[in-house]
C-alpha cells in the first residue's frame, strides 16, 4: 500500500471520533429537549387535549360498532297464551321492526325461539311476563345467566293481577316494561300524537297540551251535533270484571240512582257480542257517555276500552288511580275523582249531556291530535342500544314495593 493511501486512512480515521461523539451529543440533546417539551410541567394542557382527543375517537369508533351490531331479544314466557306477544311472526329482524312495528331503531330480533341462539345467556334482554306464573317446565328459568344482559319485568295489568312471588325475585329484574311512566320502557294502551308535528304528546309525566277554546260553543263539529240530538240514552258500560278492588261496580250502581246506566256484559242485563260492529256504532248513536271505570286505582293504568271509547262520538266518564292530565288532553273527558260526591259527578253529566254546545266542546281535541300506537319492543331496542349499556348492573333489589305502593284501596269520591 502506497505511503499516500496510508496517510489518507489515518486523516479519516482521525476525524471519525470526534463526528461520532458529535452525533450522539445532539441525539441526546434532541432526546432531552423532546422530553422537557412534553414534560407535564410545561406541557400538561397538550397531553390532556390529545389524551381527551385519543378517547373520543376510541368512544366513537366502539359507539358506532355498538350501534350498528344486532340485539337480540327473547321472549321467555307467553303473553296471555300468545307466545308471539301479538307480533306477527316467532322471529322479527330488523327488517320487520323497521317496516311492521315503526321502530326509529330497529337493529334488534326479537324471538320466542328459546333455541334462537346457541345459549340463552347469549341474548341482550329477556322478557318475562308477570301476569302469568313462570313455565311449567324443568326449566322455568334460563339456567345460566350472563352479566351483561337484562332481565325485563313485563306487565300491563295491574299489580293485583300479577301472577309471581315477586318477594322470591328481589335483584332479579334489570328492566321494568310496564304501563307506569316511571317504567324503562314505557308501555301504554294508546298515545296521543300531534297532527301537526307527528310528535307523540302522551302518555307522559309533563305533556305539553294545546288550549282548548275557552268559551263554549268554540268547536263546532255538524257531526258531533247531529249525534247528540239522536243520543236518548245517558250512559253505557262494557264489563265482566264484576267484583274489583276499585270498587267501580259500585260507582255504577250508585250513578243509576240517578239516571239509567246501561251495562253490557257479564257484570250487567245485556249483552252485546264482543267484535260486533254494531256495539261501536250504538256508543256514536244512542249513548252520551262511556263509563271507563278501572279495576284498579293504580298510578298511571288506563286501559284500551279509554282509548277504544276516544275513537268514538262520545264522552268518557273516567274512574281510576291516573294523573288523567298525563293521558288525555284536557276537557276531553270527565274525571270522577275531580267531584267531591256521586251526586256532585251526577249533576255535572246531566248538565253536560244535557247542553248540545257543552258536549261538542268535549271534541275540540280532535282537530289538533289523533290516537296513535307503539311496540314496546321499539323502545327496548333502544334502550339497548344505548351507549354503554352492556356495562350497566342496574337491578330492581325491590321489585315487589316498586310495582305494589303503586296502588291504593280507596278513592278520592265520596260514596
Not at 451529543?25 to 406541557?43: E, G, K
Not at 307467553?78 to 330497529?106: A, I
Not at 256508543?283 to 298511571?300: G, H, I, R, W
Not at 274512574?319 to 276537557?331: E, K, Q
Request: proline content about 5%.
Amino acid at each position: 500500500m502506497s505511503m499516500a493511501v496510508r496517510s489518507a486512512r489515518f486523516v479519516l480515521g482521525g476525524w471519525r471520533c470526534p463526528l461520532l461523539l458529535l452525533l450522539l451529543v445532539l441525539v441526546a440533546t434532541l432526546v432531552i429537549l423532546h422530553r422537557v417539551v412534553q414534560s407535564p410541567l410545561l406541557n400538561q394542557y397538550e397531553i390532556l387535549h390529545k389524551h381527551l382527543e385519543k378517547t373520543a375517537a376510541s368512544s366513537a369508533s366502539s359507539s358506532s360498532s355498538s350501534s350498528s351490531s344486532t340485539r337480540s331479544i327473547l321472549l321467555w314466557s307467553e303473553f296471555f297464551g300468545d307466545p308471539r306477544w301479538k307480533l306477527s311472526w316467532d322471529t322479527l329482524g330488523p327488517q320487520e321492526l323497521r317496516e311492521e312495528l315503526h321502530c326509529p331503531v330497529y337493529q334488534c330480533e326479537v324471538t320466542n325461539q328459546h333455541d334462537f341462539l346457541p345459549a340463552v345467556e347469549l341474548y341482550d334482554a329477556v322478557v318475562f311476563h308477570a301476569a302469568e306464573m313462570f313455565p311449567l317446565t324443568l326449566e322455568r328459568v334460563p339456567a345460566k345467566r350472563s352479566q351483561r344482559q337484562a332481565y325485563v319485568f313485563a306487565l300491563m295489568e295491574p299489580p293485583g293481577e300479577t301472577k309471581h312471588r315477586l318477594d322470591d325475585e328481589q335483584g332479579f329484574y334489570n328492566l321494568t316494561m310496564t304501563y307506569r311512566l316511571d317504567s324503562d320502557v314505557v308501555w301504554p294502551y294508546g298515545q296521543i300524537v300531534d297532527i301537526e308535528t307527528g310528535a307523540v304528546v302522551a302518555p307522559s309525566p309533563n305533556p305539553s297540551w294545546r288550549r282548548p277554546p275557552g268559551v263554549v260553543g268554540g268547536y263546532n263539529d255538524t257531526e258531533v251535533y247531529d249525534l247528540w240530538a239522536s243520543k236518548t240514552k245517558m250512559a253505557a258500560w262494557f264489563v265482566s270484571h264484576c267484583e274489583t278492588l276499585s270498587k267501580r261496580e259500585e260507582l255504577a250502581k250508585r250513578l243509576q240512582e240517578y239516571f239509567q246506566v246501561d251495562i253490557y256484559g257479564k257484570c250487567g242485563t245485556l249483552s252485546c257480542a264482543r267484535g260486533d260492529p254494531y256495539c261501536d256504532e250504538m256508543l256514536d248513536t244512542d249513548y252520551l257517555f262511556y263509563l271507563a271505570f278501572e279495576n284498579s286505582l293504580c298510578d298511571d293504568y288506563v286501559t284500551e276500552k279509554l282509548f277504544d271509547a276516544l275513537r268514538r262520538n262520545i264522552v268518557p266518564v273516567v274512574f281510576g288511580g291516573a294523573d288523567y292530565s298525563r293521558i288525555l288532553p284536557p276537557h276531553s273527558y270527565i274525571d270522577a275523582n275531580r267531584f267531591e260526591t256521586i251526586s256532585d259527578l251526577a249533576l255535572h253529566m246531566n248538565f253536560v249531556g244535557g247542553d248540545a254546545s257543552e258536549y261538542a266542546s268535549y271534541f275540540w281535541w280532535r282537530r289538533h291530535y289523533r290516537l296513535g300506537s307503539t311496540s314496546p319492543f321499539c323502545e327496548l331496542c333502544a334502550r339497548l342500544h344505548e351507549p354503554g349499556f352492556s356495562h350497566k348492573s342496574q337491578s330492581y333489589n325491590d321489585i315487589q314495593a316498586w310495582w305494589f305502593n303503586s296502588c291504593r284501596l280507596e278513592s278520592n269520591l265520596k260514596w
